[in-house]
């Protein structure tokens, strides 16, 4: 009897937490699997989720394009964004890093283009993500400047599937977002399966922040993360993808 109580009690408890908690909106990239599914589960999505969980806060998902994103918290539509750096220009009350992408330069083999440096992007056809040339640096930035074949695209998906049908030199992007989006493109008989492709490591990992409207709610994250990275939840969150799709270097 008094066992039952007292799991009722821890139940009343939980929700009563649950009921009370403050509600956040944070923005999450749409199109950048396996960080973002809009089912609400990810590496991304899991890592903010708990570590806004031990302030008591709930995350209200917002999937955008990184471009739309920024706009929002501009207006302050929402409280929070994610994969972010100072660079954006955002005025807001930025997170310690939290996270990094592993961006290559992939190529068709049969293509037989060669990237050993940065600077080789030059003058081919290229196509990033949205804010690359903030992100990747000055030495990117300079060698896609005036480059009429440069774009950045929303939908990181579209960036594998022209490279492998053909239609761009080079497409750069993070590592494990290219391989899900190859997987899933094979798996959907949309591209041949026996394609090559190389990946140049020419790009150091990028480092991301997130970013608030409310200086407290960054301290809170910030603390969380921390306590995550000690108590190994951070990394049980890249295993339990790593066992679900491949290997993710966090």
Do not use: W
């Amino acid at each position: 009897m008094l066992m039952q109580l007292f799991r009722a009690l821890l139940l009343f408890i939980c929700l009563c937490s649950q009921a009370f908690a403050t509600e956040l909106k944070i923005v999450f990239s749409q199109y950048t699997p396996p960080y973002v599914f809009e089912d609400g589960s990810g590496i991304l999505m899991d890592i903010v989720r708990t570590a806004l969980a031990e302030g008591g806060y709930q995350v209200k998902p917002i999937y955008v394009p990184i471009e739309r994103g920024f706009r929002m918290f501009a207006d302050r539509q929402v409280d929070g964004t994610t994969i972010i750096q100072e660079s954006s220009g955002l005025k807001a009350k930025y997170s310690d890093y939290f996270m990094q992408y592993h961006n290559r330069a992939f190529v068709l083999k049969s293509s037989q283009q060669v990237i050993h440096r940065v600077a080789d992007l030059g003058g081919k056809s290229v196509i990033a993500f949205q804010y690359a040339d903030r992100y990747l640096g000055e030495e990117f930035s300079r060698a896609v400047a005036g480059n009429p074949r440069y774009k950045e695209l929303a939908q990181q998906q579209s960036q594998v599937h022209m490279l492998l049908l053909g239609r761009i030199d080079v497409a750069v992007m993070d590592e494990s977002i290219f391989r899900y989006y190859h997987q899933k493109l094979i798996a959907e008989r949309q591209v041949e399966p026996g394609q090559e492709v190389i990946s140049y490591d020419i790009f150091p990992p990028t480092r991301f922040k997130a970013a608030f409207t409310d200086p407290e709610v960054r301290d809170c994250f910030d603390k969380a993360i921390a306590l995550m990275r000690k108590d190994g939840r951070y990394e049980a969150i890249y295993h339990k993808y790593t066992e679900r799709y491949f290997s993710v270097e966090p």
